[in-house]
């Protein structure tokens, strides 16, 4: 087989491919069998109809074409190879000669030729040394006396109070929801933080400033149900009050609620945690900045087709039923593609040059993390990616992911004060070699 390449533009390629009559010929014999396993002729076994009779029977034409679409696939994939393209799309293939039916041309070659949008290739601007700014943070008293608070919240237990509620209350209520008079939903017994703004619009305001077994009326607009999108009077009925009451934070709280023996210990692991959220918070933030600057220092061409493939997929999925099909949607959804897609050329092209390869145990914590942010096993979430087969694409994102830590560690970033910020244990943590997923 012999091929050529035309670039037709930075994403675009057109193989011209000949293929020798003789290297065609094994897939013609293959089509004969499997033609004639699928006919029947008289006083013949299935499988073992003559090729003479097989062409009398659905012509030799039709034996050709289904040589050449079995093995159209190997022969493109032969040219790809030798072309070293990675295609990005459906192939648009037009057959210029193949074998014919007349005596001329039995065994002519068979000549294409192939159109795809291929990945694009890049030059790489120098990378080591890009610099960033990031906030600058630090963590206070105020953190450490928040995590504090938020551990104490953990171990609280609720206690009924005689008193009208307040903001941040537990209380216990009945609802009763009417549209010009006609009762349309109720409920007793409902449990509801004041303040959480978790049920509906105008509640808190209602019930802040009620005790017990007082009730109050206010209107609402409906956010669900049939009934969605319009206006209700809700009478609440507040029938319990309840303040969270929080454990002393002292050397027995220490013990319950941690691994240590005394409240000063844990306050000190709570200092260090909360000097950790911040280095987290800045590395996040320089790693999505970084980024930002290496692919903006390079031109990377995008195939329409590949812009066209991600909007309509996104607007026909079953799950994309209640979605709005606007232009402005469809635009926000082709910049979102765009950006991703100059993202993951430019850390490919980074990983390749590291020469960044994955380990087992790295993509094992990769599918693990991912298959937390399912709500999923992360077997089933495995197997499910394997049959799919979308592990090779799990190997990508991680990949890249190290490339990008690979960025970060090389590059020089300063907080919002002119301060350096040392990012090590950020981008390698516990010795390992990329930053931890979100």
Do not use: C
Request: proline share 4%; no cysteine; net charge negative.
């Amino acid at each position: 087989m012999k091929s050529a390449v035309e670039n037709l533009s930075p994403t675009r390629v057109k193989m011209h491919i000949e293929v020798p009559f003789a290297e065609l010929k094994p897939a013609i014999d293959a089509a004969y069998k499997e033609i004639a396993s699928q006919i029947q002729v008289p006083g013949f076994r299935k499988g073992k109809v003559p090729s003479r009779l097989v062409d009398q029977r659905v012509g030799r034409g039709y034996v050709i074409e289904t040589a050449i679409n079995n093995s159209l696939d190997n022969f493109y994939r032969d040219a790809v190879n030798e072309a070293s393209v990675v295609p990005l799309a459906r192939p648009e293939v037009e057959v210029q000669q193949a074998p014919g039916i007349d005596e001329a041309a039995l065994d002519a070659d068979l000549v294409f030729d192939i159109e795809v949008d291929v990945r694009p290739e890049i030059e790489l601007p120098e990378y080591s040394g890009l610099e960033v700014e990031v906030e600058a943070r630090e963590a206070g008293d105020a953190e450490v006396e928040k995590a504090l608070e938020e551990l104490r919240g953990r171990f609280g237990t609720l206690k009924a109070v005689e008193r009208p509620a307040v903001d941040g209350d537990y209380t216990t209520i009945d609802l009763v929801a009417t549209i010009d008079g006609e009762t349309i939903d109720e409920a007793t017994g409902l449990s509801y933080l004041i303040g959480s703004g978790s049920m509906l619009e105008g509640l808190d305001e209602a019930l802040t400033g009620l005790s017990a077994d007082e009730d109050a009326t206010f209107e609402t607009t409906l956010a669900g149900g049939e009934h969605a999108g319009e206006k209700a009077q809700v009478k609440v009925v507040l029938t319990a009050v309840k303040e969270r009451e929080l454990p002393e934070a002292d050397d027995d709280f220490a013990q319950l609620a941690s691994e240590f023996d005394t409240i000063a210990e844990l306050r000190e692991s709570l200092v260090a945690k909360a000097a950790e959220d911040v280095l987290v918070e800045q590395g996040i933030e320089a790693r999505d900045k970084v980024l930002e600057v290496l692919v903006g220092l390079v031109e990377v061409p995008v195939p329409a087709s590949v812009l066209d493939e991600q909007v309509e997929q996104h607007f026909s999925g079953a799950n994309q039923a209640d979605d709005h099909d606007t232009d402005e949607h469809r635009a926000e959804i082709k910049a979102n593609t765009e950006k991703a897609f100059r993202n993951e050329i430019v850390l490919d092209a980074v990983a390749e040059k590291e020469e960044i390869e994955v380990e087992q145990g790295e993509l094992i914590e990769y599918l693990i993390q991912s298959a937390q942010q399912y709500g999923m096993d992360p077997n089933q979430f495995a197997q499910m990616l394997d049959g799919a087969g979308q592990v090779p694409m799990m190997i990508g994102e991680v990949r890249r992911r190290k490339a990008l830590a690979k960025v970060l560690e090389l590059a020089k970033v300063k907080d919002s004060n002119g301060k350096a910020v040392d990012l090590e244990a950020f981008v390698k943590p516990a010795g390992e070699d990329a930053p931890e997923a979100e």
